[in-house]
């Protein structure tokens, strides 16, 4: 109760590895060494384009910043 649930959704197919997020927000975000591309921690799949994760709303303002400064737009926060 009195908690808002936020979901961060990263369509990580077209991540093209920049490394923004992992900046911006290091706690929730990591680029994967073999691939490339950021990883969304704790996150689960849904289905096969969407990595998706509950936070918190102390990591609302940092994962916002990630979503705008990611140059391809793949990630929302909801
Ligand atoms: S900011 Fe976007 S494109 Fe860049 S690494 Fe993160 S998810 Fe991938």
Redo the contacts with the bound molecule.
Sequence with gaps: MGTKKITVC?KRND????????LVAPDR?Q?NEEDG??DLKDGEWKGDEFVVAKINEEEYTKNKE?AD????G??RVD
Aim: with cysteine.
């Design positions: 990263h991540c093209i590895g920049c490394g923004s997020c992992s975000w680029m591309k950021a990630a400064a990611c140059p391809v793949i990630i």
